[in-house]
């Protein structure tokens, strides 16, 4: 049997492109062949949606999910939200951590979005932190949500590897109790990246904070944090993008802490 | 006199959203006060179209265009990609130059976007290399047009204060020429950015090559280059997304050039 975009499974399970439903029901939609084979291997996929083409190409995701159901290509085109899906949309549950216990792993390298709204951003921070070597990125305030399609997508499946947190703004306190310093991102910081690097102190186990594109980081954290460190600008640019500034600043501690 | 969608004017402007008109007449579109504040800086304005209000707020803007034309908010929303363009749109010259001027100054640090294709990742990379300090960007090949409404958006400004040069894909030895050593990204490459960073080797002038986030570098460029680079995974990423990875290249560079 094969299903349609009117079938009631899926079109409750495209009610999961919409926050409150995920909220809800604490599941998410990841799409194309790789976010599905990171889900399977998390153990987190609830049912795999699959075209008949799909189903043949990708026999081996297919094996490794317990419940897949078979969709015509409208019905994935409902699922789905990119044009390229590749045939494959899953349910999966959330994955996300309590802080406690990301923090109680003792990560050395941990990357907070403070109210970081846009999705691509968030997501490409996420995996720009995992290939840092990041453990935990915190999704703090009243940051995107980190199971938004667009989200998932740009993690490219990082969202599977690394703690994902979902927390209240005020982070800064457990961080550092866990043993973090504590860094915040803004254009406008005392402290220099590269005079840190010089001097050291990008060694220690480091919380990167980092604000919206649009607004920067809300001055509560900004005042608590141990420092506040720009990106130094050696052209004529105001400002780099957040996730370039993300990706040079978690870089910078990879490389002092190997 | 205000001109609407439908005067001539602003037609002929509103065709300069496509490539072949941008081509043929050596114009485009800048949008938003920071966007046409630095064409007006750059000397390539050739026509200001504002709305009353904008022409209110940003007088100082105004009083800078040699020609100003008033329009509705429904020319303007003609002229605009963005729905949020604060009521500015200029016409403004081409500003790239050849290769060989751009090289003739001397840069030590260029970035060469070959067959990128998409243009928030070019405009980004434009960006963090001038941040980074970059004398030129050079898109090369079948690469996504500078001129491009998304690119120039994604660009913030740094359109107009590097060498944006478009170019054959067979750079490698004019860069060369040019003094520079040229470093090819891929997640293959033989040198590891940081051991490359110990050792030295980026203090050198350099040209950093970068392919499309789908393909990478093409083999000709991969082969002709000095050395082929990979940035270090630290986690479980399998890679970089185009943009962050410029942005951890170029900034290495800048750090050890300074």
């Known amino acids: 049997m094969t299903f349609t975009s009117r079938t009631p499974r899926v079109a409750a399970a495209r009610k ?21 084979r990171e889900a399977l291997a998390a153990g987190v996929v ?18 490794h999910a317990e419940v897949v159901s078979l969709v015509s290509d409208d019905g994935l085109a409902a699922l789905a939200e990119t044009v ?21 792993k003792k990560p ?21 932190a995992d290939a840092a070597g990041a453990g935990a990125v915190v999704f703090a305030g009243d940051a995107v949500d980190p199971y938004n399609g667009k989200c998932v997508r740009a993690s490219a499946g990082s969202l599977f590897h690394v703690d994902v947190v979902r927390s209240p703004l005020d982070v800064v306190t457990p961080l550092r109790e866990a043993g973090l310093q504590v860094l915040a991102t803004s254009g406008y910081g005392a402290d220099d990246l590269d005079t ?13 904070l980092f604000g919206s594109e649009a607004h920067g980081l809300p ?15 050696y052209g004529g640019a105001e400002s780099l993008n957040l996730a370039a500034a993300a990706a040079v600043c978690l870089y910078a501690s990879a490389r002092a802490q190997r």
Chains 1, 2 share one sequence.
């Open 196 to 208: 840190l690097a010089d001097d050291g102190v990008l060694a220690a186990p480091t919380a990167w």
């Open 108 to 128: 050395r390298l941990v990357a907070v979005v403070a109210e970081v709204r846009d999705p691509g951003n968030a997501g490409t921070i996420l995996r720009t």
């Open 84 to 104: 390229q899906p590749q045939g494959l949309v899953a349910v999966c549950e959330q994955v996300d951590v309590p802080l406690k216990e990301a923090l109680g």
């Open 219 to 233: 001055p509560a954290l900004l005042d608590a944090a141990d420092r506040q460190v720009r990106v130094p600008i």
């Open 46 to 63: 609830v049912e795999l949606f699959a075209t008949d083409d799909a189903a043949e190409r990708y026999a081996d995701l297919i094996a």
């Open 16 to 36: 999961l492109q919409r926050r409150r439903d995920r909220d809800q029901s604490g599941r998410f939609l990841a799409e194309g062949p790789q976010a599905v």
